[in-house]
């Protein structure tokens, strides 16, 4: 149950420059500290400045590029949104 047949999931990755397994989530080796590079890291939630439309990770206040406040996370419900933005940012219908 470790692994994906599709081995799209991930769970460790090897540095490398020394072999060392790390937990995917990690930015650097734990041996030797090798950064790891951006396609090494696990796929983190995304989203788009609605101002300049930088992607960014998640996890941002504010955008990395014009600065703009992301407004903070509303919807505690742990409501899965769609993959992905997909429409020029049209008002959310919050149809059932
Ligand atoms: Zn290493
Ligand atoms: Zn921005």
Redesign the pocket.
Known sequence: MCFNADGTAIKDKECPECGTKNPISNATCNHCGFKFPPEMMPKMRMRE?P????SQVFTNKV?E????KFPPATGLGGAKGPKGPKGPGGPKAPGK
């Open positions: 400045c101002e300049c439309g930088t955008c590029k014009c600065g703009y």
